[in-house]
């Protein structure tokens, strides 16, 4: 199946924040290891130190600016300098997850998430497609099919018209 992955990650690694492909859900299930996870509801507009990227024109299929999951976690985790400041460390009341071997994550389409391994992990992911999202899902890759004949059309005309 080509959503399911068998993964293995060095400690200190991790991913970016992302929602993943297609509104799919997700599950993972760690082997060994410890890894962190922080995840925010469909309702955040991003999570915090994100940015559609400069060259995205829309929100749909966008590129984001999104720092390393080492250094986001380091910034969030790290003492505050002063005890009443917590400017940046609340958003959209993020969900903290510390998963060991043999706890399931499951990710629910739409949701944000970023996670950092702990230790060194070993852990077995898939993405899926639940029957209520089934429709999102569809229309998810209708779009990215359309993009694709659109940009291959587009390539041909170039090709034509600018060949020399």
Same mark, same amino acid.
């Given at each position: 199946?080509?959503?399911?992955?068998?993964?293995?990650?060095?400690?200190?690694?991790?991913?970016?924040?992302?929602?993943?492909?297609?509104?799919?859900?997700?599950?993972?299930?760690?082997?060994?290891?410890?890894?962190?996870?922080?995840?925010?509801?469909?309702?955040? @507009? !991003?999570?915090?130190? #994100? /940015?559609?990227?400069?060259?995205?024109?829309?929100?749909?299929? +966008?590129?984001?600016?999104?720092? =390393?999951?080492?250094?986001?976690?380091?910034?969030?985790?790290?003492?505050?300098?002063?005890?009443?400041?917590?400017?940046?460390?609340?958003?959209?009341?993020?969900?903290?997850?510390?998963?060991?071997?043999?706890?399931?994550?499951?990710?629910?389409?739409?949701?944000?998430?970023?996670?950092? @391994? !702990?230790?060194?992990? #070993? /852990?077995?992911?898939?993405?899926?497609?639940?029957?209520?999202? +089934?429709?999102?899902?569809?229309? =998810?890759?209708?779009?990215?099919?359309?993009?694709?004949?659109?940009?291959?059309?587009?390539?041909?005309?170039?090709?034509?018209?600018?060949?020399?």
């Amino acid at each position: 199946n080509e959503r399911e992955w068998l993964v293995v990650s060095p400690s200190r690694s991790g991913t970016r924040w992302h929602t993943d492909p297609y509104e799919t859900s997700a599950w993972n299930g760690l082997l060994h290891g410890r890894k962190l996870w922080c995840l925010l509801p469909p309702s955040a @507009a !991003l999570p915090p130190g #994100v /940015a559609i990227g400069a060259s995205s024109t829309a929100a749909v299929g +966008a590129s984001l600016d999104a720092p =390393a999951a080492s250094e986001w976690f380091r910034q969030r985790l790290a003492p505050q300098d002063s005890p009443g400041d917590t400017s940046g460390t609340r958003h959209d009341s993020p969900l903290w997850i510390d998963q060991r071997p043999g706890d399931v994550v499951f990710v629910p389409r739409g949701w944000w998430h970023t996670t950092l @391994a !702990l230790d060194t992990c #070993v /852990a077995f992911t898939q993405n899926m497609v639940l029957p209520a999202d +089934a429709r999102a899902t569809l229309q =998810a890759l209708d779009a990215e099919m359309f993009q694709a004949r659109a940009a291959g059309a587009l390539r041909r005309v170039l090709w034509e018209r600018h060949e020399d």
